[in-house]
């Protein structure tokens, strides 16, 4: 083997370990520096470790109710800030100025004008000065519905600040009202013929404005200052004893503890044992995955693509699960942890699906305060999706799966708070909306499967429904072509698919595969017993080793005739191995019998391969040998239809056929004893009807 083809052979394997190695590598990039506290504790349950001694000095934090009442508290009792604008009464009494002396100007009596003069002209502007003097404030929404004798506002003028009640200021409608009520003492109903002719009301505006910045910083400065602490423990005193209930107040220490050790670098830790740790943690867990893949899912080792795809989502996750930590304004349960066994189960299976979304959460679960929580609540929320998710190609199926995930979380987020607090006081209903919003993040799942089958080579349920339509232009081109082989189809795929029901796995992927597993017949179909007639046998007229390679070759045309029709690589691989590397035992054995003396290449009668390397493949072929062995028998009852599929299956095994895929005995007991039973119900002996 020259070096460039050593090359290629490694190089596939190659390619998958070092995805794992870069995966581990960008997983532990963005783990916490600052260690993990390594103590799980419930509020109002008992402390199950060891008794907890400060080992430190640490401040105690306020917890956030505590902060939130302070906060409302200060905000409740804020003033708002008024500034004063001294041009709004220079121009409002210039104004008016201007409006008296046109009116003392105008066609008057001399008795009239001088009683205007004197009573209106003289008092009407020092009435206006004395309301601005006093201050006429902004009617602001901050103290529309405040009471005027209890409410108090701040005055500000140029760097000058005062307080004033409410009511000791006027507003337009109460200064307005003073000032027409003072001059009924001075005027005459002469004059008040005189004065109808001012809109006094206009020579009224607000000088006392609200100032919405200065009311901010000051209330902002006052929130600064709360402080997040409340007391200290000294290093050597007892937090909390074994077997003592976690208080309020205990859990408070606790948690000042945990938040300082996690947060504070001063705290000594050994930083170098401290990241050797996190490094083998991560490793384990994605070395464990590796193990589960190169065990159960050995396909995937075959595909880098899919690999990465696997890969990406947890490190993905994994990197949503920092950000929403390290950001107080999204929460971590809004991050749709479910899609991801939802996409498993959809390109592969529930167990696999399960054991991903595990493995994730225990990663992710290293960011998160209360872990255990964090950790029930999204694998049931994962559970409940993978089982709700029925039948994929049903449209609404996402529906019900969002509703029944946020329904979930909701209803243990509620269970786990009653039994930390004990009452639904310590519930916080604004969660509710983070799981509604998970659930939305939900329904991305449609174009996202469309997106990742494109992208990764994945096939997905409704695109095999698709594809076994029996309508489909190349199943109906064998129809036409080959009637027999596509008779011989459709029995291949009733039996395999009863099986797989039965030993677990995708009955629509073995369907499909079944389907199109002989579709390369199609070229020379009159080669294969199951399309002749008349008892015309065109292999009377070659050798055994050419009939040997047409009936070979139909593997390799029916692999050329899926890729010209763009069929998945994954219905390929069922065209490819369902002979596996078996041998054309009747041409093999007939050219041995005419030619007993020649030295045989046996390579030169046997299929290409590979062997099945999925339980459905490995069905597939049991189901393909059996179901044409039964049409060419002549004696059929219930014994010989027995032995036969023993025989055939006993046959496959002593080849070594099924030895790269995940089936087990048990599996391989329980398909023949479905497929003997499918026979006799297929050969079954029928009554003699009179003529």
């Given at each position: 083997m020259s070096l460039i083809d050593s090359f290629l052979k490694y190089w596939k394997p190659v390619q998958i370990y070092l995805l794992y190695l870069i995966s581990i590598l960008m997983v532990f990039w963005m783990y916490p520096r600052e260690g993990k506290f390594q103590y799980e504790y419930v509020k109002n349950r008992p402390w199950k470790h060891q008794d907890l001694i400060a080992p430190f000095d640490f401040?105690?934090?306020?917890?956030?109710?505590?902060?939130?009442?302070?906060?409302?508290?200060?905000?409740?009792?804020?003033?708002?800030?008024?500034?004063?604008?001294?041009m709004v009464a220079e121009?409002?009494?210039?104004?008016?100025?201007?409006?008296?002396?046109?009116?003392?100007?105008?066609?008057?009596?001399?008795?009239?004008?001088?009683?205007?003069?004197?009573?209106?002209?003289?008092?009407?502007?020092?009435?206006?000065?004395?309301?601005?003097s006093t201050g006429v404030i902004e009617m602001h929404p901050v103290i529309q519905d405040a009471v005027p004798s209890e409410k108090e506002v701040i005055l500000r003028r140029r760097q000058l600040a005062r307080e004033v009640l409410l009511s000791d200021l006027f507003t337009e409608k109460r200064a307005y009202e003073y000032v027409m009520n003072a001059l009924k003492d001075y005027t005459s109903k002469s004059e008040e013929q005189i004065l109808s002719r001012v809109t006094i009301a206009k020579y009224i505006e607000p000088n006392l404005l609200y100032d919405?910045?200065?009311?901010?910083?000051?209330?902002d400065a006052n929130l600064d200052e709360i402080g997040t602490t409340q007391g200290m423990v000294q290093s050597g005193q007892i937090i909390i004893s074994r077997g003592e209930l976690v208080s309020p107040a205990k859990y408070r220490?606790?948690?000042?503890?945990?938040?300082?050790?996690?947060?504070?670098?001063?705290?000594?830790?050994?930083?170098?044992?401290?990241?050797?740790?996190?490094?083998?943690?991560?490793?384990?867990?994605?070395?464990?995955?590796?193990?589960?893949?190169?065990?159960?899912?050995?396909?995937?080792?075959?595909?880098?693509?899919?690999?990465?795809?696997?890969?990406?989502?947890?490190?993905?996750?994994?990197?949503?699960?920092?950000?929403?930590?390290?950001?107080?304004?999204?929460?971590?349960?809004?991050?749709?942890?479910?899609?991801?066994p939802i996409f498993l189960k959809t390109f592969f299976n529930v167990r696999f699906a399960l054991f991903v979304h595990f493995l994730i959460l225990l990663l992710a679960g290293f960011w998160i305060p209360n872990s255990y929580q964090f950790l029930l609540m999204n694998f049931l929320a994962g559970v409940v999706a993978v089982f709700s998710m029925r039948s994929y190609y049903r449209r609404s199926i996402l529906f019900y799966i969002a509703t029944f995930v946020g329904l979930t979380y909701t209803l243990i987020y509620v269970i786990l708070s009653l039994l930390q607090e004990g009452t639904l006081e310590g519930v916080d209903w604004t969660q509710?909306?983070?799981?509604?919003?998970?659930?939305?993040?939900?329904?991305?799942?449609?174009?996202?499967?469309?997106?990742?089958?494109?992208?990764?080579?994945?096939?997905?349920?409704?695109?095999?429904?698709?594809?076994?339509?029996?309508?489909?232009?190349?199943?109906?081109?064998?129809?036409?072509?080959?009637?027999?082989?596509?008779?011989?189809?459709?029995?291949?795929?009733?039996?395999?698919?009863?099986?797989?029901?039965?030993?677990?796995?995708?009955?629509?992927?073995?369907?499909?595969?079944?389907?199109?597993?002989?579709?390369?017949?199609?070229?020379?179909?009159?080669?294969?017993?199951?399309?002749?007639?008349?008892?015309?046998?065109?292999?009377?007229?070659?050798?055994?080793?050419?009939?040997?390679?047409?009936?070979?070759d139909h593997v390799m045309d029916g692999?050329?005739?899926?890729?010209?029709?763009?069929?998945?690589?994954?219905?390929?691989?069922?065209?490819?191995?369902?002979?596996?590397?078996?041998?054309?035992?009747?041409?093999?054995?007939?050219?041995?019998?005419?030619?007993?003396?020649?030295?045989?290449?046996?390579?030169?009668?046997?299929?290409?391969?590979?062997?099945?390397?999925?339980?459905?493949?490995?069905?597939?072929?049991?189901a393909d040998s059996v179901e044409a062995a039964s049409r060419s028998m002549k004696d059929i009852s219930e014994e010989s239809l027995s032995q036969l599929v023993d025989n055939i299956v006993a046959h496959q095994t002593a080849e070594d056929q099924y030895s790269e895929a995940d089936i087990t005995f048990s599996d391989i007991a329980t398909i023949k004893k479905i497929f003997k039973q499918k026979l006799i119900n297929i050969y079954h002996a029928r009554i003699a009807y009179p003529e």
């Open positions: 401040p105690v934090y306020k917890d956030d109710a505590m902060i939130d009442k302070e906060i409302d508290s200060i905000t409740l009792m804020s003033k708002p800030y008024f500034t004063l604008d001294t121009q409002s009494l210039a104004q008016l100025s201007s409006d008296l002396g046109d009116i003392s100007s105008g066609s008057l009596d001399i008795e009239i004008l001088t009683l205007f003069q004197r009573n209106i002209q003289d008092t009407l502007p020092g009435l206006i000065r004395q309301v601005y919405e910045s200065m009311t901010r910083n000051v209330l220490l606790v948690e000042s503890l945990r938040k300082e050790y996690e947060t504070n670098s001063n705290v000594y830790k050994n930083y170098s044992l401290l990241y050797l740790g996190q490094f083998i943690l991560i490793s384990v867990l994605f070395l464990s995955l590796l193990w589960y893949v190169s065990n159960f899912r050995r396909d995937m080792m075959r595909s880098s693509a899919q690999t990465l795809f696997l890969l990406s989502m947890i490190v993905i996750m994994v990197g949503l699960t920092k950000v929403t930590v390290n950001n107080e304004a999204i929460s971590y349960y809004v991050i749709p942890f479910a899609i991801i509710i909306l983070w799981f509604a919003g998970n659930g939305l993040l939900i329904l991305t799942v449609y174009p996202l499967i469309y997106i990742f089958e494109r992208l990764f080579g994945f096939l997905s349920d409704a695109t095999l429904f698709e594809l076994s339509d029996t309508n489909q232009p190349l199943l109906r081109k064998l129809a036409e072509k080959a009637p027999g082989t596509f008779q011989h189809s459709l029995q291949v795929a009733n039996l395999a698919e009863e099986a797989v029901l039965k030993v677990g796995g995708n009955p629509l992927l073995v369907r499909t595969g079944a389907l199109y597993h002989d579709i390369g017949k199609m070229n020379n179909p009159y080669y294969f017993i199951e399309n002749q007639r008349d008892g015309e046998n065109p292999h009377d007229n070659v050798d055994f080793k050419t009939s040997a390679k047409i009936i070979i692999v050329e005739l899926a890729k010209r029709y763009n069929l998945p690589q994954q219905i390929i691989d069922f065209i490819l191995t369902h002979h596996g590397t078996s041998t054309v035992q009747y041409f093999y054995k007939s050219y041995l019998s005419d030619n007993p003396e020649d030295e045989v290449d046996v390579e030169e009668f046997r299929y290409p391969g590979p062997r099945p390397y999925l339980k459905e493949m490995a069905v597939v072929m049991i």
